[in-house]
């Protein structure tokens, strides 16, 4: 008799075991992309933004200011010029700002 409980126990344990595990799959695939999304909201930080400009400019940076929606990082080039450029805090895009003063 313990034998025929055991076989019927097990698939119906299995069973319930196997329907747990696939029901928490949605979960954690959930938990996932909202940490995601998080991650793409945060605001890129000063060293981010200087990491960004150096390779974009390729030089070494001498100065980073934050301002409202961006930061203004002037860079060395080996060239011995200094380039500003504008890198956005939430895309993270890097532009030329030296434009922006020849349009004034």
């Known amino acids: 008799m313990g034998k025929r409980i055991r076989q019927f126990l097990f698939p119906l344990l299995s069973a319930f075991i196997a329907a747990l595990?696939?029901?928490s799959a949605p979960v954690f695939a959930q938990q996932k992309d909202t940490k995601q999304e998080t991650s793409k909201k945060t605001d890129l930080n000063k060293t981010q933004a200087a990491d960004r400009a150096?390779?974009?400019v390729k030089g070494r940076v001498l100065k980073v200011e934050k301002?409202?929606?961006?930061y203004r990082v002037k860079v060395l080039q080996k060239?011995?010029?200094?380039v500003s450029v504008d890198v956005d805090k939430n895309s993270g895009k890097v532009k030329d700002s030296s434009n922006k003063k020849k349009e004034k």
């Open 21 to 23: 595990v696939l029901s």
């Open 79 to 82: 060239s011995g010029r200094v």
């Open 54 to 56: 150096r390779q974009q």
């Open 67 to 70: 301002q409202k929606n961006q």
